[in-house]
């Protein structure tokens, strides 16, 4: 709803209709380093790198079905997102699972990879509060290219410098069924400096990951954790 409300709110006069098709296509997620040979399996078209490269879309023939694949990944690896029609969904899963060279893995899976890859989510780590190069994402933004709205702000940013900065880190000192779950914050000299925003269980690390605002340009931090009640044991 909120970029549905962006949209309508800079239309303005442009000869142009805005129709919210959410409930029409559904999302399945096909990652990691065997995602290329599931999905040939699956279909007649053409996964290598030359015929589809990364951060391209092309719509493809998947089982008995159609969809729009798009060649990205929110967890590291090799991947692709289907976006595929709300009446066709249930059999591209039946299909792709058919294989048997798939894993489900649910949300929490996704979210502990990503934040292993520092990859932000728009609502936990950043939101529309937060200035886009704080937030690491200026590499997204051409600041070469014509007026767009907020082209200033970045310009002024870049000039002025940043407050603070997102950062990724590894939380150390946690037993292993530990994991922090909420925004906390971290303490250096008894003075708050840091928080988290958003955490995970990493078991490459056998710890926990998070993403949070750093006040100073700390790359990794190892500061210790100064809010018991952002702890939780299983």
């Known amino acids: 709803q909120r970029d549905l409300a962006w949209l309508r709110r800079h239309v303005g006069d442009a000869f142009a ?3 919210d098709i959410t409930a ?3 999302v399945l997620c096909v990652m990691g380093p065997k995602a290329r040979e599931v999905m040939q399996a699956v279909s007649p078209n053409d996964f290598s790198n030359e015929a589809h490269p990364f951060g391209t879309a092309k719509e493809i023939e998947i089982g008995m079905g159609l969809a729009r694949a798009h060649r990205v990944t929110y967890v590291g690896e090799l991947g692709w997102e289907l976006y595929v029609s709300a009446d066709q969904t249930a059999h591209v899963f039946e299909a792709l699972d058919a294989t048997g060279m798939m894993t489900l893995c649910g949300l929490h899976t996704l979210d502990s990879c990503r934040i292993e890859k520092a990859f932000r989510h728009f609502g936990h780590d950043i939101t529309d509060e937060d200035h886009v190069l704080e937030a690491g994402l200026g590499f997204a ?5 014509p007026d767009f709205i907020g082209r200033e702000a970045v ?6 410098g940043l407050n603070r900065r997102m950062v990724w880190r590894v939380i150390y000192r946690l037993k292993r069924e530990q994991v922090i779950i909420t925004i906390i914050n971290i303490m250096r000299s008894s003075i708050p400096f840091d928080n988290v925003s ?5 078991t490459p690390l056998a710890t926990s990951t998070a993403t949070g605002k750093s006040i100073t ?3 990794r ?4 954790i100064a809010s018991k009640p952002g702890i939780l044991s299983n």
């Open 17 to 19: 209709v805005i129709t």
């Open 24 to 26: 029409a296509e559904s």
């Open 141 to 145: 933004v051409r600041t070469k290219k």
């Open 155 to 160: 310009l002024k940013k870049q000039e002025t």
């Open 198 to 202: 958003r955490s995970n269980r990493s």
């Open 217 to 219: 340009r700390i790359i």
């Open 221 to 224: 931090d190892t500061a210790r």
